[in-house]
C-alpha cells in the first residue's frame, strides 16, 4: 500500500560520498519514522540511521560522524549523506518507514538499493 521508491545506490571508491534519497507515496498522509538499514551478504540486516517526523535521529555507532540523515516531512523523503564511505559499507540498503520507534523498523520496506565501495 505504502510504496517506498530509492535511488542513490551505486559503486563508489573508498574515501568517497553517496547520497541515497527515498520517497514513499501511497495512502498515507504522514509518516512517524523513517529511515536507512543494510544487508550484507551471509550478514543480518542492521540499522543505519533513523529519523522522525521530529527532529529525532538516531545512527549506528558504525557510521556516526560519517552519515547524515535528513528528510523532508510534506515530500515523505528521507534522505541519507554518507560520507568517507569505506569498504565494510558495501551492502544494500533498504528504506524504512512507519510507525516505528527510532530503534525499532516500521512495517514498509523499498526494494533496496545496492552500495559498493571499492577500488
Known amino acids: 500500500q505504502v510504496q517506498l521508491v530509492e535511488s542513490g545506490g551505486g559503486l563508489v571508491q573508498p574515501g568517497g560520498s553517496l547520497r541515497l534519497s527515498c520517497t514513499a507515496s501511497g495512502t498515507i498522509f504522514s509518516i512517524y519514522a523513517m529511515g536507512w538499514y543494510r544487508q550484507a551478504p551471509g550478514k543480518q540486516r542492521e540499522l543505519v540511521a533513523t529519523?522522525?517526523?521530529?527532529?529525532?535521529?538516531h545512527y549506528a555507532d558504525s557510521v556516526k560522524g560519517r552519515f547524515t540523515i535528513s528528510r523532508v516531512n510534506a515530500k515523505n523523503t528521507v534522505y541519507l549523506q554518507m560520507n568517507s564511505l569505506k569498504p565494510e559499507d558495501t551492502a544494500v540498503y533498504y528504506c524504512?518507514?512507519?510507525?516505528?520507534?527510532?530503534?525499532?523498523?516500521?512495517?514498509?520496506w523499498g526494494q533496496g538499493t545496492q552500495v559498493t565501495v571499492s577500488s
Open positions: 524504512n518507514a512507519g510507525w516505528g520507534s527510532l530503534d525499532s523498523p516500521g512495517a514498509y
Open positions: 529519523i522522525t517526523s521530529g527532529v529525532s535521529t
